[in-house]
C-alpha cells in the first residue's frame, strides 16, 4: 500500500535586497580574476569575506589564504596577494612594499571612504571616535589609519556614557559599515548629548547594503515563526540580521552558515518563516535552504523587496583587462 503523507504547508518571506554587496561581490571577482589573469596561488591576506564557502570554493581554485603576510613564502613573492574588503591597517601595504610583494587591495570602496573621513577629523586636529566592535577586521584596518593615541573606540551606549575625552569640544565620529542602524543611533544620541560639538562625518558610514538588509528583514519578520538569516558567525551584518529580526516580531531567529546546520527536529510546526542573508552570504546557499525546507514542507515563496540595488564597483586597474564570465561565478550567483 502506497501512503502519501502530505507535507505541511509553509509560507517563505524571502527578503530582497539580501545577500552579495558590490563590496564583497567585487573582492570575490579579484580574487578570480587575479587567479586568471597570473596563475595558481594567489594569496589573501585574512578570509576574503566572511564565509566559509566563498573562502573554501576560492581555495579550490588556487587562491591561499593567510593572516599575516610574512607567511608567504620566498619562491611565491611575485605572485599577488589580496587584501580583503574590510581593509587593512596602514601598516600592511607599508609591509608588503617594505618585502617587495605585488598587492592588490579588494577594500570595499565604502569602507575607503569611512577611512578618508577618519582621517580628515584627524587632519583638522579633531579626536577620532570609532563606533564598532573590537577585534573586526574592519576596525582594526580603521583605527590603522590613524596615528596611535587620536582614536578611541566606542561599541555600546554604556561605553557612550563612560567616555573621557580629553578635550570634549573638538571630537569627530565614524562607524563600521556594517552596523546596527538602530543600535547605532543609540549611541551616536548619547555621544551627542553629553559633547554637543561632536562632528558627524560628511556621510553616514554605515553602508547602503547594511542599511537596506536591515530594513528588509525589518518589513518581513513581523509574524515569521522563524527567520533564517544565511551567514557566517564571524559575520558582522549578518549577525545584525538575527537581531534584528527578533526585535521586529520574529518568534525565533536563527544564523545559518548551509543547509546541513539546520536541526530539523528543533525547527517545530511553523507557518511562516522569513528568509535574508548576510552580504558576504552566496545566493546558491538561499537556494540550498529554500530546496531543504521544500523537501519538508509544501513551502510557498513570497519576494519580500524593500529596495532595488543597482551599485556596482570597479576591480583594480590592473584586472580591468581579464574577462569575467557568468560561469567564473556561477560558484556563488547560481
Ligand atoms: S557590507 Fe557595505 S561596506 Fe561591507 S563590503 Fe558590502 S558594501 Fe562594502
Known sequence: MNIQVSKPPLSIRLCGPRGFCAGVDRAIQIVV???KAYGAPVYVRHEIVHNRYVVEGLEAKGAVFVEELNEIPEEHRAQPVVFSAHGVPKSVPED?????????DATCPLVSKVHKQAMRHQRLGRHVILIGHAGHPEVIGTMGQLPEGTVSLIDTIADAEAYQPIDP?????????TLSVDDTAGVIAKLQERFPNLTAPSADSICYATTNRQ???KQAAPGCDLFIVVGAPNSSNSKRLVEVALRAGATRSLLVQR?????????GPIRTLGISAGASAPEVIVDEIIEAFRERFDAT??????????????????????????????WVNG
Open 96 to 104: 608588503a612594499e617594505s618585502r617587495n610583494l605585488f598587492y592588490l
Open 301 to 330: 515563496v513570497e519576494l519580500a523587496i524593500t529596495a532595488e540595488e543597482n551599485e556596482h564597483f570597479l576591480v583594480n586597474r590592473e584586472l580591468r583587462n581579464v574577462e569575467l564570465t557568468r560561469e567564473d561565478m556561477a
Open 169 to 177: 569640544d573638538n571630537l569627530g565620529y565614524v562607524t563600521q559599515t
Open 259 to 267: 543547509a546541513a546546520e539546520i536541526a530539523w527536529d528543533e525547527v
Open 215 to 217: 530594513e528588509a528583514v
Open 33 to 35: 580574476l587575479a587567479l
